[in-house]
């Protein structure tokens, strides 16, 4: 399937699953999803000689015929007379559930059903990743770095749990739409992650799936509930990271350093855009991960070069962020500053100290900066090795031959 196709069924997979479920409800999950994939697979029958002019326009009027015979079956099954008026009463409700302006209220409704309270957290998450942004299980299973299996079972637990209520599940209660908040803005981060620097072999950078993730942060934007400090930081962060996409990729589809990049070329309107979200962000009391970590990503926004970068700013602020979210990578980033700031050496040294994590040891960008510090210091012996354990792991054609370069080098 062609990436354009791929991403604009990913899209409307969200849309017309969410407003599917608003008119059956969240019990028929399972049902309904096979309902938009059955759409899906007549539109690539469909369109084998080219795109239709407009081809949402066509997934949703084929939706909606689909949705109108779904619910004429299921009113023969209970035996409900179906004359003109309830015909039309029918179509008025698909219409109504379909319409650009119940997009916002559909998916809003979906994701905070997925964020069920009985679910755990990593279930609430998979369900937003399956129904909201239209990942397979392989897919997710790679943002979360574990089996395929592991995801089956989360989505079947989670289908079960959604099969046990009825209509969408609606939240107003402000401290229930808090507490599914981390939720949600977990997994639009995953999103907004696979579209900057994902999993696919051919395809890591993803635009359209960043602007998804934009988009539905908007969504949450968009409700004065769920409009928090942290959501408008979590934007600013998608924002920062956004306005470089142009310039991370080559003509060849390799990726580039971020110390090779054009930086005339990174889009200014999206780093005020996130300079706002950043403002809006300090309104809160609480400092949270999303804030720290779009500290750092304006600190390389704004910076006219690696050497003009805040790197004192940035260490200190991965000093907080390890604080609030520890981890191995968290640690391994703070260390690859510390080496900007006091130079190679104090890198290594930094990196020496950090506690071992097996998970580090399968990360091809932690064997690349390595070999880069050692690099810098002569090491050359050392960094080929780096480079070439790197190679080994890379996840893409795009990784592999940014460090094949760097090794050739």
């Given at each position: 399937?062609?990436?354009?196709?791929?991403?604009?069924?990913?899209?409307?997979y969200?849309?017309?699953?969410?407003?599917?479920?608003?008119?059956?409800?969240?019990?028929?999950?399972?049902?309904?999803?096979?309902?938009?994939?059955?759409?899906?697979?007549?539109?690539?029958?469909?369109?084998?000689?080219?795109?239709p002019?407009?081809?949402?326009?066509?997934?949703?009027a084929?939706?909606?015929?689909?949705?109108?015979?779904?619910?004429?079956?299921?009113?023969?099954?209970?035996?409900?007379?179906?004359?003109?008026?309830?015909?039309?009463?029918?179509?008025?409700?698909?219409?109504?559930?379909?319409?650009?302006?119940?997009?916002?209220?559909?998916?809003?409704?979906?994701?905070?059903?997925?964020?069920?309270?009985?679910?755990?957290?990593?279930?609430?998450?998979?369900?937003?990743?399956?129904?909201?942004?239209?990942?397979?299980?392989?897919?997710?299973?790679?943002?979360?770095?574990?089996?395929t299996?592991?995801i089956?079972?989360?989505?079947?637990?989670?289908?079960?749990?959604?099969?046990?209520?009825?209509?969408?599940?609606?939240?107003?209660?402000?401290?229930?739409?808090?507490?599914?908040?981390?939720?949600?803005?977990?997994?639009?981060?995953?999103?907004?992650?696979?579209?900057?620097?994902?999993?696919?072999?051919?395809?890591?950078?993803?635009?359209?799936?960043?602007?998804?993730?934009?988009?539905?942060?908007?969504?949450?934007?968009?409700?004065e509930?769920?409009?928090?400090?942290?959501?408008?930081?979590?934007?600013?962060?998608?924002?920062?990271?956004?306005?470089?996409?142009?310039?991370?990729?080559?003509?060849?589809?390799?990726?580039?350093?971020?110390?090779?990049?054009?930086?005339?070329?990174?889009?200014?309107?999206?780093?005020?855009?996130?300079?706002?979200?950043?403002?809006?962000?300090?309104?809160?009391?609480?400092?949270?991960?999303?804030?720290?970590?779009?500290?750092?990503?304006?600190?390389?926004?704004?910076a006219?070069?690696?050497?003009?970068?805040?790197?004192?700013?940035?260490?200190?602020?991965?000093?907080?962020?390890?604080?609030?979210?520890?981890?191995?990578?968290?640690?391994?980033?703070?260390?690859?500053?510390?080496?900007?700031?006091?130079?190679?050496?104090a890198?290594?040294?930094?990196?020496?100290?950090?506690?071992?994590?097996?998970?580090?040891?399968?990360?091809?960008?932690?064997?690349?900066?390595?070999?880069?510090?050692?690099?810098?210091?002569?090491?050359?012996?050392?960094?080929?090795?780096?480079?070439?354990?790197?190679i080994?792991?890379?996840?893409?054609?795009?990784?592999?031959?940014?460090y094949?370069?760097?090794?050739?080098?």
């Open positions: 399937m062609a990436v354009l196709e791929e991403d604009l069924f990913r899209r409307e969200s849309r017309l699953l969410s407003a599917l479920t608003r008119l059956f409800g969240a019990n028929r999950a399972a049902l309904l999803e096979d309902v938009v994939q059955d759409t899906l697979v007549a539109a690539l029958h469909a369109w084998q000689l080219g795109l002019d407009q081809p949402q326009a066509w997934l949703l084929t939706a909606k015929h689909r949705a109108i015979d779904l619910l004429r079956r299921e009113r023969r099954i209970a035996m409900v007379s179906i004359d003109d008026d309830s015909e039309l009463s029918l179509a008025e409700d698909v219409e109504t559930a379909f319409s650009a302006d119940q997009t916002d209220a559909n998916e809003l409704g979906m994701m905070l059903a997925c964020c069920h309270g009985e679910l755990a957290e990593e279930t609430q998450v998979t369900l937003i990743l399956r129904f909201l942004c239209g990942f397979g299980p392989r897919e997710i299973a790679s943002a979360f770095l574990v089996d299996q592991t089956d079972r989360r989505l079947h637990r989670g289908r079960a749990k959604l099969a046990a209520h009825g209509k969408l599940h609606e939240v107003h209660d402000d401290d229930e739409v808090l507490a599914r908040l981390p939720s949600l803005i977990r997994a639009l981060y995953l999103l907004f992650s696979e579209g900057y620097h994902g999993t696919d072999p051919e395809h890591p950078v993803r635009a359209a799936l960043c602007a998804d993730a934009m988009r539905l942060v908007d969504v949450l934007l968009a409700v509930t769920s409009a928090r400090p942290e959501v408008h930081a979590l934007q600013a962060l998608f924002c920062f990271d956004a306005a470089r996409l142009a310039t991370r990729v080559d003509h060849e589809g390799v990726f580039v350093p971020l110390a090779d990049q054009d930086r005339s070329r990174w889009d200014r309107a999206l780093i005020d855009r996130g300079v706002r979200h950043l403002g809006a962000s300090a309104s809160g009391q609480q400092l949270t991960r999303w804030h720290v970590e779009a500290g750092i990503a304006y600190e390389h926004a704004s006219t070069s690696v050497a003009a970068t805040n790197w004192g700013r940035i260490v200190g602020l991965y000093d907080a962020l390890v604080q609030l979210a520890p981890g191995p990578v968290v640690a391994f980033n703070r260390a690859l500053a510390i080496g900007e700031l006091a130079g190679p050496r890198g290594l040294d930094a990196i020496a100290e950090t506690p071992h994590d097996a998970r580090l040891d399968k990360y091809s960008f932690y064997w690349a900066a390595r070999g880069e510090l050692r690099r810098r210091l002569g090491d050359l012996t050392a960094a080929r090795e780096d480079y070439q354990r790197a080994s792991l890379a996840r893409s054609r795009g990784e592999r031959l940014a094949q370069r760097k090794l050739d080098r």
